[in-house]
């Protein structure tokens, strides 16, 4: 059996930079430093980092008076940013700026009262924090669907004032399906200049599609609640590989190999290198081999620290 990894894979530049701004606030500042909600969706990173300091909390109110709390990469709603102001928090954002793009977006279009469509999945954190920054007291209305069956039920009041956003992290084929269904149904619907599926997602779909045509299995290394490396096992499956979705390289079963003579490996943006070598490593115990080789084009995109951490 032959190994063959995709590039590009795991960590992306919004990745890298929240996992930095908790770093640097620890450095700097010393334990303990909240973080509001997972700051990745990584159970190894999370865990990582809780064990240098950082405390995860669910909400603001968790978080002492003055103390220093970091908004995770998936980004927060308005209402959340006015409390931590009103509590004298002192705050430091790892909002990736590609999720700011779309926060953005949605405000503006908000200002000019037009209803928007957001494509994404509901709960999901960055879903709740671009919701969030469509003020309730405008005069359109932001609505969500996360299909295109879900588009035949929808009701707006501004059919011709009508634009869309997404999620950075969907499946750019599963995006482009609902968006052609919006389409047809509010021909004057409008939406950004480009896709706001981010440049990672969409780099890493291209290549596990290329992995998963030449792969009997393939392996995803990324948490169960990350919702660009559920994206990546879907996709594999789609286009004909067996696939997995494993943390770690424990999670490994041998008998997933029996007769296989290629086994991919790719990673969720949020999933550290580290863990991609354990899982080749493994796969050399079970008698793989890797010859080092790589195809693919690397990314050489990178976002800037807060200027308070630099």
Known sequence: MKIQLANPRGFCAG???????????LKRFG?????????????????????S????????????????????????????????????????????????KVHLHVARL???GQDVVLIGHAGHPEVEG????????????????ES??????????????????????????????VIDTLKQRFPSLQGPKRDDICYATQNRQNAIKQLASQC??????????????NRLREIAKMTGATAYLIDTAEEIEPSWFDEVEQVGI????????????GVVERLQQLGAMWNRQESGDPEDVFFPLPVELR
């Open 130 to 145: 671009t919701l969030g920054r469509y003020p309730n007291n405008q005069q359109g209305k932001i609505h969500l669907v």
């Open 266 to 277: 790719s990673a969720g943006a949020s999933a550290p290198e580290i863990l991609v070598e």
């Open 15 to 25: 990745v890298e930079r929240a996992i930095t701004i908790v770093e640097q606030a």
């Open 216 to 229: 009997e299995v393939v392996l995803v290394v990324g948490s169960a609640n990350s919702s660009n490396s």
């Open 31 to 51: 334990a303990p430093i909240y973080v509001r909600h997972e700051v990745v969706h990584n159970r190894y990173v999370v865990e990582q980092l809780r064990a």
């Open 148 to 177: 295109a069956e879900q588009v035949g039920q929808l009701q707006v009041s501004q059919p011709e004032q009508l634009s869309y956003a997404t999620q950075t992290t969907l499946s750019m084929d599963d995006a482009t399906v």
């Open 53 to 100: 300091g950082a405390v995860f909390v669910q909400e603001l109110s968790e978080v002492p008076e003055g103390e220093r709390v970091i908004f995770s990469a998936h980004g927060v709603a308005a209402a959340v940013e006015d409390e931590a102001k009103a509590r004298g928090l002192i705050v430091y954002d790892a909002t990736c700026p590609l999720v700011t």
């Open 110 to 112: 908000a200002k000019a």
